[in-house]
């Protein structure tokens, strides 16, 4: 492949990745092993060294991480057909989801070099997050709960390491009430989304964005609207993710431990955001959505009082060989001495023509 360099001019060198660096921002392409599939990073660790997600390949999907300055990619393999990875911290290890052979359901895993892929144990448990220490893992445990007759489906609830964490709502007039967990800290304070007003006979209604100190739930409420989700949290209990205004539209939020649950905007002209990540120094990733339904990835930087106004990782491209846009932001990086940081998410990446475009994972760095 091509490493890129724009800056006052062009100068081409030969690379394992693909980079494009324009003024002190560099977008870096990861690719699968093969390059007909596609990869999906879905978090990044907090020294900015380890990228997780997802790849192609000619027998299903599988979880994959990227490493180090040249970003190594390593295929972690998976218990049955398939497998997915939502969290890493520095060590690095790994959290996500596989397949089983001889079971029908996923079941969650934990993945280190030394020990390879390891069941968290419980059958359909999608792990979403892991602590930066390594001490907390959080996520999603399906169709424990009646009148579920297979462990694959129906009601969920949120957990975190052996703990199950209760809806908001009232489990003993609606014990088919759910919850699920997206986010957890060094101290264990885990976040994600509950129901507070279902249905009893069908199990829906509302859901709010939750945090769970032990496993009582915290209602975080909403901006005005009906729904609302929890996705991160940082040391300092700082909460992100989305949530219903007044008019149902959605839009990233943040939440400090004591404040309440204020807006993140879309870019100008936009309809909607969502914020999926948050760093120890508050800095926010997303995405934005146009009045065209254009999705793109965003950075909410914060300066220390309040939050800049977004900004777009990656203006559009028409070049072939080149990025047409960045889609979403799913983690970022604390920040490092100089104050910088690396942003992960996934785009659109144009080859040889406008038909050929594959969906790959970012790495975006100021």
């Known amino acids: 492949m091509v490493h890129y360099t724009l800056r006052f001019g062009l100068s081409l060198s030969l690379s394992i990745l693909t980079s494009v660096s324009l003024n002190a921002q560099t977008v870096t392409r990861l690719d699968p092993p093969t390059s007909s599939y596609e990869s999906l990073g879905y978090a990044i660790s907090p020294n900015g060294t380890q990228v997780a997600g997802q790849v192609g390949t000619a027998s299903g999907y599988r979880a994959y991480l990227w490493t180090?300055?040249?970003?190594?990619?390593?295929?972690?393999?998976?218990?049955?057909?398939?497998?997915?990875?939502?969290?890493?911290?520095?060590?690095?290890?790994?959290?996500?989801s596989t397949s089983v052979t001889n079971e029908i359901c996923?079941?969650?895993?934990?993945?280190?070099?030394?020990?390879?892929?390891?069941?968290?144990?419980a059958i359909t448990t999608v792990a979403r997050s892991i602590s930066p220490n390594g001490s907390y893992i959080a996520g999603i445990r399906h169709g424990s709960l009646p009148p579920s007759t297979s462990p694959c489906i129906g009601a969920s609830r949120g957990f975190r390491n052996s703990d199950n964490l209760l809806p908001?709502?009232?489990?003993?007039?609606?014990?088919?009430?759910e919850s699920q967990a997206f986010g957890?800290?060094?101290?264990?304070?885990?976040?994600?989304?509950?129901?507070?007003?279902?249905?009893?006979d069908q199990g829906?209604?509302?859901?709010?964005?939750?945090?769970?100190?032990?496993?009582?739930?915290?209602?975080?409420?909403?901006?005005?609207?009906?729904?609302?989700?929890a996705y991160a949290i940082n040391g300092l209990g700082r909460v992100v993710g989305a949530a219903q205004n007044s008019s149902q539209s959605l839009r990233g939020f943040f939440k400090t431990s004591s404040g309440t649950m204020t807006e993140l905007p879309p870019l100008?002209?936009?309809?909607?955001?969502?914020?999926?990540?948050?760093?120890?120094?508050g800095d926010a990733v997303g995405y934005s959505v146009s009045s065209g339904g254009v999705k793109r990835a965003v950075w909410w930087k914060y300066n220390g009082?309040?939050?800049?106004?977004?900004?777009?990782?990656?203006?559009?491209?028409?070049?072939?060989?080149?990025?047409?846009?960045?889609?979403?932001?799913?983690?970022?990086?604390?920040?490092?001495?100089?104050?910088?940081?690396?942003?992960?998410?996934?785009?659109?990446?144009?080859?040889?023509?406008p038909i050929d475009t594959k969906t790959r994972t970012f790495v975006?760095?100021?």
Request: net charge negative; proline share 4%.
């Open 106 to 121: 996923q079941q969650g895993f934990s993945w280190t070099s030394s020990g390879g892929m390891t069941s968290l144990g």
């Open 168 to 177: 908001l709502a009232n489990v003993t007039l609606y014990p088919i009430s």
């Open 68 to 96: 180090g300055s040249s970003w190594i990619g390593t295929n972690l393999g998976t218990l049955g057909s398939s497998s997915i990875a939502y969290g890493v911290n520095n060590s690095p290890k790994v959290v996500g």
């Open 268 to 281: 100008t002209g936009g309809t909607s955001s969502c914020a999926y990540a948050v760093n120890s120094s």
């Open 364 to 366: 975006w760095k100021n």
């Open 204 to 229: 829906v209604g509302y859901f709010h964005a939750t945090q769970w100190s032990g496993t009582t739930p915290t209602d975080l409420g909403t901006l005005g609207g009906d729904n609302s989700y």
């Open 184 to 200: 957890v800290n060094d101290s264990g304070i885990a976040v994600g989304v509950s129901q507070i007003d279902p249905d009893p």
């Open 305 to 353: 009082t309040s939050y800049d106004a977004p900004q777009q990782l990656l203006a559009d491209g028409s070049s072939n060989n080149a990025w047409s846009y960045l889609t979403e932001a799913r983690g970022i990086s604390d920040r490092d001495a100089n104050g910088k940081v690396a942003i992960t998410g996934y785009g659109t990446y144009r080859f040889s023509s």
